[in-house]
């Protein structure tokens, strides 16, 4: 009796985690685009654009997705703040064009400065580069990195790291 009262809290358990990814406030569910896509909506929209490069491999871009990207803080934030698009960085057969040139999401990732993974770019409404965040971002810190980009703190001379140690 004991090992199946202990299977069904298992199975109790492990419903309530897949869960929790997936409910409707989460970003993932509801706001990511293509890059063409959010290029054209940041321009209709006038609103910045945060870019996920990750990798089907990389561990911390999957942690980001579960622990970051899934917060429901986060998610409404970049809901109501940004036009979020998910490149995979190692995709090397997809073509677009960005700033009348054709690029694969590896080749854009290349030319935007990307280097590790994941990697979070920022670029304006009008899809202009402003920075390349590298790393894993937990959820207290990276709305500070939200408001920082989205209220143009770059702009005023204020660094990232001092904008959130602040």
């Known amino acids: 009796m004991k090992n199946i009262k202990k299977i069904i809290l298992a199975g109790v358990v492990i419903f309530v985690l897949a869960g929790c990814g997936g409910n409707e406030n989460t970003s993932s569910s509801n706001s990511w685009v293509s890059i063409e896509e959010g290029l054209a909506l940041a321009k209709k929209e006038n609103k910045p654009v945060v870019i996920d490069f990750y ?33 995979n960085a190692e995709d090397k057969r997809t073509i677009f064009e960005y700033k009348d ?64 140690e602040a």
Do not use: Q
């Open 101 to 164: 040139s054709k690029y694969t999401p590896f080749t854009l990732a290349r030319r935007l400065g990307v280097r590790g993974y994941p990697s979070l770019g920022y670029l304006n409404s009008d899809g202009g580069l402003i920075s390349i965040v590298p790393g894993f971002i937990p959820p207290e810190t990276y709305i500070k990195v939200l408001k920082y980009f989205k209220e143009e703190h770059y702009k005023k001379n204020v660094s990232l790291k001092s904008f959130v």
């Open 55 to 87: 990798t089907s491999w990389c561990k911390w871009c999957k942690v980001m997705e579960d622990r970051t990207f899934s917060d429901a803080n986060i998610a409404n934030y970049l809901k109501d703040n940004y036009i979020c698009v998910r490149v």
